[in-house]
């Protein structure tokens, strides 16, 4: 049973076969937008690398603010490269592989390593029986409890704000992605290995040009950036108020992306730099819908714009949602914990 306070566009509107048929619509590619979205994106962040280098021997703050700048853009690289690894970017299978190499140099992501454990979220997104991969790390209240004190201290570690958007960033990015997962398929154990390598070239190259300490600066100050930012999207993407978490039988699928996927309503701006992977919902409804045709999906049934909106200001409440609560069926936070310790004390 879903949460009460979150009412069900699924059950609510069309079947499965009738929202199939409509993002059908929008799941053709269109090559003139890729193109140009590849021209303002990856053109306009190799643009800010070469401001970079020419205002390093002029003033550090006008290289910071470019850093800085770089990182949203890198935000959007990301998303290329994440459409890219769903097949929905281009229509040749070939030049999403080739483009979503390129972009996973730029954003130091393995290409087909990361496809294949992004699909493994994809499909089990929302179903507690299968946490674990691609996703964030949430325990229920029940298993927080049961838990060691060393793995409620890892837990709270994990979660907190300064690690989970300035620490794991930098090492998802620079450490983790360099490591092949242990259930990986020779093809995307290699898809590290080739990664590295061209990460390795790409390093040293940047550095004869820039010098080895001025390009190291810049590199972690533009995956900070976008690092911090891309893991605050997805965090808010799968971790907020009336969410849906079920297991087993009781999961479904529908349901799992118009409910446990949020739509976070950012400004104008925002959502162009994140590539409208605001619409969550409709992306986890449908993979194969291009960044570029998110939106227009949305507008286009009165089903995906029942999803209340979660807008910028809204969304900082989740900082404060930790556990979820399998009776419930709500995320609470961390004083949840005290007042079930009251309650199981007054009834000694």
């Given at each position: ?9 699924a ?12 993002v059908?619509r929008?799941?053709q ?13 990856v053109g306009?962040?190799a ?5 970079m280098?020419?205002?390093?021997a002029?003033?550090w ?5 470019l850093?800085?700048?770089?990182g ?6 990301f998303?290329?490269f994440h459409?890219c ?11 999403n592989?080739?483009?979503?190499f ?20 994809h499909n089990?997104?929302g ?17 927080y409890?049961?838990?060691s ?6 837990y ?12 794991a ?21 290699n ?22 300490g001025?390009?190291l600066?810049?590199?972690v100050?533009v ?8 893991v ?5 993407q799968h971790q907020?108020e ?5 297991r087993?039988?009781?999961w ?8 446990g996927?949020s ?6 701006v ?8 605001g619409?969550?919902?409709i992306?986890?409804?449908?993979a ?7 939106e ?13 909106p979660i ?15 399998e ?7 961390y004083g949840?914990?005290r ?5 199981a004390?007054?009834?000694r």
């Open positions: 049973m879903a949460n009460a306070n979150n009412s069900s566009p059950a609510a509107g069309p079947g499965v076969q009738d929202w199939k048929e409509i059908a929008f799941s590619p269109s090559t003139p937008r890729a193109v140009w979205q590849l021209v303002n994106t306009s962040y643009v800010l690398w070469y401001l280098y020419l205002s390093i002029v003033s703050w006008l290289t910071i603010p850093a800085i700048l770089a949203g853009f890198l935000v959007r690289v998303i290329i459409d690894g769903h097949g929905s970017f281009l229509k040749s299978r070939r030049a592989d080739i483009i979503g390129i972009t996973g140099m730029l954003t130091l992501t393995p290409y087909y390593h990361w496809r294949w454990e992004h699909a493994i979220h089990t997104s179903d507690l029986d299968r946490r674990g991969v691609g996703d964030i790390w949430t325990m229920t209240v029940q298993e409890l049961e838990a004190r060393w793995r409620r201290f890892a709270r570690l994990a979660r907190n704000p300064v690690v989970l958007f300035g620490i960033p930098l090492y998802l990015f620079g450490v983790w992605q360099r490591i092949p997962a242990k259930k990986a398929s020779p093809r995307e154990r898809s590290v290995h080739w990664m590295n390598l061209a990460l390795l070239l790409k390093v040293l190259v940047l550095s004869w040009i820039f010098g080895f001025h390009y600066i810049l590199q100050l995956m900070s950036v976008a690092g911090g930012a891309g605050w999207m997805f965090y808010v907020f009336g969410v849906y978490w079920e087993g039988e009781a479904d699928y529908t349901t799992a992306a118009l409910q996927s739509f976070y309503k950012l400004p104008r925002l959502q162009w730099f994140t590539g409208n992977i619409f969550h919902h992306h986890h409804l449908s194969r819908i291009p960044n570029y045709n998110l227009r999906c949305h507008r286009s049934h009165p089903m995906f714009q029942a999803v209340k807008t910028l200001p809204a969304s900082f409440k989740s900082f404060s949602l930790r556990l979820w609560d009776q419930r069926k709500v995320l609470v936070g949840h914990l007042q079930l310790r009251r309650q004390a007054g009834r």
